[in-house]
């Protein structure tokens, strides 16, 4: 097309496509150059606007690293990495949830009754529950990679104070399908604002806080994967989540129990908890795949 203009942009970007691409990347590119297209019509988007735009983009490229992904954290901010989750969200299951850039490969084994919370101050959080199928049947051997912030709020990788894989773990489930470990109560925290993706929630007059959590990734043969995470219902930011990672059935209650009342045997901080602590109780429920 030797004359292009901005009513046969689009059919002319898709007319360079080979006969032989791959179908789907088609199918999604053809997608995106519509909706880009047309985006940039609506907004009758100026040279300004477009530089700004991939200023931001190369930010993100210069600030992120092997730890750091700014680009994730665009894409948490913007509410697309949700939308991903949501559209591909199997009924049935426990819903998923954003992973987040702060999950790191390599975390410990660690045996039901563990200890997570160490010489951290805090309350004592005992966290269990059961990983089943859709129709309660506890699925032995899964894999539950499990990770939090420090009471500061920060992650291991965002902390020189913490060993690299501190509030980091990985359990198998036995016959029971039971997961259970301590850890310190989570609390809500900040998203990191340094970079452009502070600059976006600043310019839009957006905080930056999430409610506190739990995060999880749930690995079992013949089932889908499920990352996800689990909240506490008496939060301030749970109706707020920065990243929109917040689903009904993923908000729990925490139990208190009084002084006194630990578990006498099967966890590692047995015969070591004087005052107060919290219980999550949360199953997990795997769809097949
Ligand atoms: C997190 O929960 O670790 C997280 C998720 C999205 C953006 C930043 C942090
Ligand atoms: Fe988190």
Redesign the pocket.
Known sequence: MRTVTKDTITQAFLGYMAPDTDPRLREVLTSLARHLHAFVKETNLTHAEWEKGIEMLEWAGEISDTERHEMI?LS?LLGISSLVDMVNMVPGGTSSS?L???HISGAPEIPIGFDMKRHFPGEVLLATGVIKNAAGTPIEGARIDIWQTAPNGL?SSQDPEQDTYSFHGIQTTGADGRYAFTTVKPVSYE?PTDGPGGALLDATGRHAW?PS?L?FIVKANGYRTLVS?IFADDDPYLDEDA?F?VREDLVMQYAEHPAGTFPAEGFELSGKVDGPWLKAEFDLVLTPG
Do not use: A, I, K, M
Request: proline letters at 7%; hydrophobic letters at 35%.
């Open positions: 954290l948490d954003v987040g850039p702060f992650y998203v999430r959590h995060h995470e990243v990672g």
